[in-house]
C-alpha cells in the first residue's frame, strides 16, 4: 500500500514560499507525465506528494521486489522488476512500490514515465 498526503500549504509556507522551489503547475495527467516532479503523483487532478518510507516499509518494498525478481529470474519469463516508476493508470500519475514489466511491454530504453498501468504492482 502506497501512502500519500495531499499538500494544502499553511499560511507560513505561502509566506515562505518566494525562497523554495515549487513544482510546476501542472494542467493536465499528459503534462505531468511528460514532465513529473520528484516524488510527486497526480491524482484525481490533484499533485500529491509520496511520503517518506518507513524502516518497516522499506524492508517491504525491497523484500517483495527481491522475491519478485528471484523468481522472474527462476522462471526464465523476462521482463524487469523495478521500484518508484511513475506510471499512468485510467486517471492518476502514480508511482507504485513494486512493479513488474513483461519483456513485451518494456520499452527500449531509459523512460521517466510508462504508458499504462504495469501488469503486476504493490
Known sequence: ?????????????????????QPEKVTSLEDF??????????????LVEKTGMTFKHGLAQVNL??????YKNSSGQGGEV???V????AKQG???D???ITPE????????????????IA
Open 1 to 21: 500500500m502506497t501512502a500519500t498526503l495531499i499538500l494544502t500549504p499553511t499560511p507560513e509556507q505561502v509566506q515562505d514560499s518566494s525562497e523554495q522551489i
Open 65 to 70: 521486489a527481491t522475491s519478485w525478481k528471484n
Open 33 to 46: 507525465l511528460v514532465k513529473p516532479a520528484d516524488r510527486m503523483e497526480w491524482v484525481d487532478g490533484n
Open 86 to 89: 511513475l506510471c499512468r493508470t
Open 105 to 120: 511491454l518494456l520499452p527500449p530504453g531509459n523512460f521517466t514515465a510508462f504508458s499504462q498501468s504495469f501488469p503486476l
Open 94 to 96: 502514480r508511482r507504485p
Open 98 to 100: 513494486v512493479a513488474y
Open 82 to 84: 523495478i521500484t518508484e
